[in-house]
T-cell receptor
């Protein structure tokens, strides 16, 4: 158990819809990262939030957006869903103090299917 | 741009054998390297983390080594068990970068 939880576990949406995925970080962790994992692939970095501000973004379009809240919860929002957005979405929390991110603790993921 | 490669993509071995999984990366300016386990449809479980200044880390039957100069890491699993069947992913964190870069994983099957 990493202490990181995600909801919902599974989700089915249709093309063009919007979706919000949620993550609850470990208490005390000030950083949350989101990753997309397509079937048979390694996770791909979407973005990271540090103290409620975006702190880096991967090669994902602006329709992928996020929020981080003071209570260690965060959201990943995806607008105008496309079929290729079908994937496992993972969040990872970590504590960044004076240096780079150390161990990232991953949640169980949300499986999104876009029809 | 960091690229991480894992070979082989899939591996099947009889129970009880020792085995080695390989990971290579192109940019040696890493902060750390991490090995994860992923069961089908599940999240990632961290197995071992090696800081750039370290050569190896051990946890139970697992031993991970790091050769930063050659851009390689290995995960050694001793006395394999059917419960070790899973996909194993390695990931690196570069200096000045906030993201983990993952390989595509090795799918390991231990045959009883």
């Amino acid at each position: 158990e990493t202490g990181v939880t995600q909801s919902p576990t599974h989700l089915i949406k249709t093309r063009g819809q919007q979706v919000t995925l949620r993550c609850s970080s470990q208490s005390g962790h000030n950083t949350v990262s989101w990753y997309q994992q397509a079937l048979g692939q390694g996770p791909q970095f979407i973005f990271q939030y540090y103290r409620e501000e975006e702190n880096g973004r991967g090669n994902f379009p602006p329709r992928f957006s996020g929020l981080q809240f003071p209570n260690y919860s965060s959201e990943l929002n995806v607008n105008a869903l496309e079929l290729d957005d079908s994937a496992l979405y993972l969040c990872a929390s970590s504590l960044v103090s004076s240096g780079p991110t150390d161990t990232q603790y991953f949640g169980p993921g949300t499986r999104l299917t876009v029809l | 741009k960091q690229e991480v490669t894992q070979i082989p993509a899939a591996l099947s071995v009889p129970e009880g054998e020792n085995l080695v999984l390989n990971c290579s990366f192109t940019d040696s300016a890493i902060y750390n390297l991490q090995w994860f386990r992923q069961d089908p449809g599940k999240g990632l479980t961290s197995l071992l983390l090696i800081q750039s200044s370290q050569r190896e880390q051990t946890s139970g039957r697992l031993n991970a080594s790091l050769d930063k100069s050659s851009g390689r890491s290995t995960l050694y699993i001793a006395a394999s068990q059917p419960g070790d069947s899973a996909t194993y992913l390695c990931a690196v964190l570069n200096f000045g970068n906030e993201k983990l870069t993952f390989g595509t994983g090795t799918r390991l099957t231990i045959i009883p």
